[in-house]
């Protein structure tokens, strides 16, 4: 995940997978293309999480969905959908045959995504790539309210200080680090 911050919509996510699975890894971009910094988003992660004792959160480094491996991902609309198809199964490949293995990952969980055509691809790539040696559980996104959790609406309330909507799509622990550290 990005977590750009982490939202209850990541959280919701991530209790999911913990109540299915004994251990869950969950991998935090570590590229600084977003509004909050790598250190700052694995940060919020880790404390979001740390009520869970069977989730363990880690870095991507240079690997998965990194400029190295996918750089269409950061670029978003502007990337070509061909190239974009190619460096996401490239990803997919990469964690089906080099991390799934050596953290005996049987299932990968990700968000369901109406907003991001090329996260869409990403899922896409996945479900393609893993299938059979893999499994993809898809997870429709939070609701509140009959709105749709994502860090992009979160984003537009930090900068229009909607306190209200904040409390209403973060978890306490990304809300507090948002007010210790001034972004609202």
């Known amino acids: 995940m990005n977590a750009n911050p982490f939202t209850k919509g990541h959280l919701y996510l991530v209790e999911t997978a913990a109540s299915q699975k004994e251990q869950v890894y969950v991998f935090v971009l570590s590229e600084d293309r977003s509004q909050f910094s790598a250190s700052e ?37 502007q990337a070509p959908e061909a190239i974009a198809k190619k460096q996401a199964a490239f990803d997919a490949t990469l964690f089906k045959e080099k991390i799934a293995p050596l953290l005996a990952i049987t299932t990968r969980f990700v968000g369901s995504e109406p907003y991001s055509p090329v996260t869409q691809l990403y899922n896409e790539a996945m479900a393609a790539v893993f299938s059979p040696e893999l499994e993809l559980i898809v997870i429709d996104r939070l609701k509140i309210n009959q709105s749709t959790v994502s860090a992009t609406k ?21 809300f507090t680090f948002l007010m210790q550290h001034n972004y609202i």
Do not use: C, W
């Open 154 to 174: 979160v984003r537009k309330a930090i900068a229009e200080k909607d306190l209200p909507s904040l409390q209403q799509f973060l978890p306490e622990t990304t």
């Open 41 to 77: 988003r694995l940060q919020m992660v880790t404390e979001g999480l740390a009520h869970l004792s069977n989730v363990t959160v880690l870095p991507t480094n240079n690997y998965l969905v990194s400029s190295a491996v996918f750089p269409s991902y950061f670029l978003k609309e």
